[in-house]
């Protein structure tokens, strides 16, 4: 009898990090489809941030978690979910680091347009991220390119 609850703790941390890939990725999907123009470059950023991010090596893996958000976020549209998950697992550092992320996405194409903006402002809100660390974020993205 315990040997089975022993076994099953010991998955948790897996499926613990898979939810913590997919609500990243969701939100960087989210912020490639908010002007209605998920391209090559973003798609292309964002398979590079979760490769680095949660070190994967599987391309395809990453590309299947693109599509499944992606599905999700058309049909659904609830980024709740996964901002719970983010703040519910991820020290303030690293949902500033999240911020940056989406910053990196929304910024590929060299402009940031006023949906992109908002999305973040109220991803930022949601994980407790403040205006203050938003704009860094953003600062600190638009220097680097």
Known sequence: MFKSLF???KKTPAI?????????????????LIDDNFDKNEKD???????NTFSMK???????????????IESHGDLVTYTRTIKENWDLDERVNIIEMMWKVCLVDGKIEPY????????????YVTDKDRSFAKRKVQSSK
Not at 16 to 32: C, F, H, P, R, S
Not at 45 to 51: A, E, H, P, T, V
Not at 58 to 72: A, C, P, Y
Not at 116 to 127: H, S
């Open 45 to 51: 950023i964002i398979i590079s941030i979760i490769k």
């Open 58 to 72: 599987d391309e395809k893996k990453i590309t299947q978690i693109i599509k499944n958000v992606q599905n999700d």
């Open 116 to 127: 992109e903006d908002m999305l973040i402002r109220r991803v930022a809100g949601l994980i």
């Open 16 to 32: 613990k990090e898979d939810k913590k890939v997919i609500a990243v990725a969701a939100l960087l999907v989210e912020a490639a």
């Open 7 to 9: 076994k099953n703790t």
